[in-house]
């Protein structure tokens, strides 16, 4: 079993800046890759960012590269999602979710609301 936890979102203006945290706990953790995700209201979840738990690996989604960046905090067991020049399209639930297979996001948090002011 995983648990995560995320926290950091919020209400910003276009242009600010958030960083999203996900504590993850459980006797997996050290195997498995972690996954940001976001689901507005009407769309689909969409992919945004992944780590592998020894922070060796990442993997961004076209639309957000350059301007998130994810993180590791291993003495912490967490992993944080940057989010830099934020746009009000970028309003959205944002989820972490745990990958312990290589197969599947089997593990998810309960989500963070983040809100782009224009």
């Known amino acids: 079993q995983v648990q995560l936890v995320e926290s950091g979102g919020g209400l910003v203006q276009a242009g600010g800046s958030l960083r999203l945290s996900c504590a993850a706990s459980g006797r997996t953790i050290k195997n498995c890759t972690i996954g940001w995700f976001r689901q507005a209201p009407g769309n689909e979840r969409e992919f945004l960012a992944a780590?592998?738990?020894?922070?060796?690996?990442?993997h961004y989604a076209d639309s957000v590269k350059g301007r998130f960046t994810i993180s590791r905090d291993s003495a912490n067991d967490t992993v944080h999602l940057q989010l830099n020049s934020l746009k009000p399209e970028d309003t959205a639930v944002y989820y972490c979710?745990?990958?312990?297979?290589?197969?599947?996001?089997?593990?998810w948090g309960q989500g963070t609301q983040v809100t782009v002011s224009s």
């Open positions: 979710a745990a990958d312990l297979d290589a197969a599947t996001y089997d593990y």
């Open positions: 780590i592998s738990w020894s922070g060796t690996t990442t």
